[in-house]
Every structure is written in structure tokens, then in C-alpha cells.
């Protein structure tokens, strides 16, 4: 089945996604977060967690109504770790998603990640946790699956993903540069043929890429 765009977080190599579990006040995720279609002020998508435990997720796109994803759904919130079971309005079937997340008083991202061990600065190991489960046929293959971000003082990075199917793992190597305080560039590839990601260190706490921020309204 195909889930829900942004509840499919899957991990790409080049990508970085949701934190680990040692997220601050859960208290944060309540509340509706939304994001601006580049260069205008039209919502591309939002989310909105509500204190009873509801959640919902939409997309907008005026040219393609029937490629909406409409989410909804419960969750539960414990340690910075989301439980959602959802559907979507033009998608059969029923999903669980286990992920984690980082919310502070004005931005959310389900794209971040968090260093248990400490950091300095980006160095240290950063990691996220994402499961994906088909609640009508639990026999189906989880998604998702963990990753580690390790990037290291000399300025090279080694990302591991360890899939929840069983599949092999999916490592990656690349090189980070600073770009200011809490702005990183991290490359893979080589000159021909390279990708590059740019990071936020947010509150000192969360690596979250460049354009998977969520306004809190």
C-alpha cells in the first residue's frame, strides 16, 4: 500500500529525517505547524497535533486535488517518540508509524535528529528511530528503520541505515563544511556527481535540514 507522504519516512542516503528519542518537552507537538509553498505565502502542507491525542496531516496542491494526501488519525507521545495509527482519504487501509520528532515554541520538523551521547557543535553521533507498520496485514514488511549520523571533527561524515525489513544496510561517506554557527553543508558524491544537503543545529539540540521546518500558527 502506499502510505501517507509524510508519514513514509523512509530513509533516503542522501537525506536526513526524524530524531531519536531523547526529545525535550512533549508538550511542545501540540499545536498546528504549517509550511509555505517556495517564494509565496501559500501553505504547502500542515500538521496539527491536538491535546487529546488527534492528529492530522494535509497537503495542497491546487493543480493536483486528487494527489492530496489527508491524513488522519490518533497518536500517542512519549520521550520525543510519536505512535500514530492513520489512514488517508485516497489511500486504502490503515498504517502505524513510530517516529520521532523535535518541536520547540515555533518551529516542528519530523526531520530531525538528536545526539544521545552529546556533541560538539555538529561532531558527535546523531540518530533517528522510524517504523512503518501496515495495521491490516501485519504480516506485511515494516518500513523505515534506524539510522546514525556520525559526523567527525576532521570534517567527514559516515551515515548508516539499518532497515526495518532486513535488508542491508545503506551506508554513506561524505564530507561536512561550516557555514555559520548552526548552518552545515554536507556532500556526497564526488566532483562529478554530488548531492548536497544543508543542516540547521536548532536550540542546540536538533540537526534538521534546510526546508523541513514547520511554522508553529
Not at 509550511?35 to 500542515?46: N, P, S, W
Not at 490503515?94 to 557543535?121: C, E, I, K, L, Q
Amino acid at each position: 500500500m502506499k502510505t501517507p507522504a509524510l508519514l513514509a519516512l523512509v530513509f533516503a542516503t542522501t537525506a536526513l529525517a526524524a530524531c531519536n528519542s531523547q526529545g525535550g518537552d512533549d508538550d511542545d507537538l501540540v499545536g498546528t505547524f504549517s509550511r509555505l509553498r517556495a517564494g509565496t505565502i501559500e501553505v504547502k502542507d500542515q500538521w496539527a497535533f491536538t491535546a487529546d491525542g488527534t492528529m492530522t496531516f494535509d497537503e495542497n496542491k491546487p493543480d493536483a486535488r486528487d494527489e492530496e494526501d489527508h491524513v488522519t488519525g490518533t497518536y500517542t507521545v512519549s520521550d520525543g517518540v510519536v505512535v500514530a495509527t492513520a489512514t488517508n482519504t485516497h489511500v486504502p487501509g490503515t498504517v502505524r508509524v513510530t517516529f520521532t520528532y523535535y518541536a520547540n515554541g515555533t518551529v516542528f520538523s519530523s526531520h530531525a535528529m538528536r545526539a544521545p551521547a552529546g556533541h560538539d557543535g555538529i561532531v558527535g553521533v546523531w540518530t533517528q528511530t522510524t517504523k512503518i507498520e501496515n495495521v491490516d496485514d501485519p504480516s506485511a514488511p515494516a518500513e523505515g528503520g534506524v539510522a546514525t549520523r556520525e559526523f567527525r571533527a576532521d570534517g567527514t561524515f559516515h551515515w548508516v541505515v539499518t532497515h526495518s525489513d532486513g535488508s542491508e544496510p545503506t551506508i554513506t561517506d561524505g564530507t561536512w563544511v561550516t557555514e555559520s554557527a548552526d548552518t552545515f553543508r554536507a556532500t556526497t558524491g564526488d566532483a562529478s556527481i554530488s548531492i548536497t544537503n544543508v543542516i540547521k543545529l536548532v536550540d542546540g539540540e536538533a540537526l534538521i535540514p534546510d526546508g523541513a521546518f514547520w511554522q508553529r500558527q
